[in-house]
């Protein structure tokens, strides 16, 4: 009984924790993301699809629809070749609300949804992405909280949401200009640098750090078994056929 109570009191502990937490803000003054948007398969030729490089930056403060937002401009840093498709430069309007990043807020809505950090593992992101692994990193010192989702999208990494950093794939991917195509040559952007005042803060190696110890990790076997599916073209689908190439929670895996 008394060891039942010191789980009961644990758990509370846990979870008035967790109430209480504040997230840690995207949206920063003086924040700089270096992006780059390579070609869709890695054989493809790198004169004619070369990497392509944005630079995105938070540039003071901006109403949209009547919301207070961040401006955040982007630009392209590299010359382009003839089948690029995205805009090469634009501003989009954003903003965060109890751990949720929207972008392109509208009159009678919150917005497009960039980033929920009050996801846990099992829960579904969209129609395409789910969580299957929460926990912590350290990071120059600071921790922070990751969340590892699915991808459908053409590449072994995982896709992983960082509190206070963002994205490391598909960073403001809504931003106007821009739709992504099955025929596209270029179809995501990943995160390869963030920079505070000119201080280097995250760098895309830092996703792939090892967790803290006893941070929280949930994934479980059902997890594991049930998560969503697709094919090697990144289309989800209800079951493979035996001896089928399918990716699902981001392992390749074959039908048997």
């Not at 949804?113 to 969209?126: E, F, K, R, S, Y």
């Amino acid at each position: 009984m008394k060891q039942l109570l010191l789980i009961v009191c644990a758990l509370l502990g846990l979870q008035a924790n967790a109430q209480s937490r504040e997230f840690k803000p995207i949206l920063k003054d003086g924040r700089v993301w270096k992006v780059v948007m390579p070609p869709r398969f890695d054989d493809m030729d790198e004169e004619e699809n070369p990497d392509v490089y944005f630079t995105f930056a938070v540039s003071g403060d901006t109403i949209a629809n009547g919301k207070a937002c961040k401006k955040v401009t982007y630009r392209c840093d590299t010359e382009t070749p003839k089948n690029f498709t995205p805009s090469k430069e634009g501003t989009v309007a954003a903003y965060e609300k109890d751990g949720r990043l929207y972008v392109n807020p509208g009159k009678d809505n919150d917005g497009v949804l960039m980033i929920d950090m009050n996801l846990h593992a099992g829960d579904n992101v969209n129609s395409l992405f789910s969580v299957y692994k929460e926990d912590e990193i350290d990071v120059h010192g600071q921790v922070l909280r990751r969340l590892t989702m699915t991808t459908g999208n053409f590449t072994d990494k995982n896709a992983c949401w960082v509190e206070g950093i963002g994205p490391s794939q598909d960073l403001w991917a809504t931003a106007p200009g821009y739709e992504y195509s099955p025929h596209d040559t270029y179809i995501y952007r990943c995160l390869v640098a963030c920079y505070d005042n000119g201080e280097l803060v995250f760098s895309a190696e830092d996703f792939d750090k090892q967790p803290l110890p006893n941070s929280i990790d949930t994934l479980t076997e059902t997890g594991k078994k049930c998560g969503p599916m697709y094919n090697v073209l990144g289309q989800r689908i209800s079951a493979p056929k035996k001896g089928e190439l399918y990716i699902q929670n981001g392992e390749k895996r074959v039908k048997k």
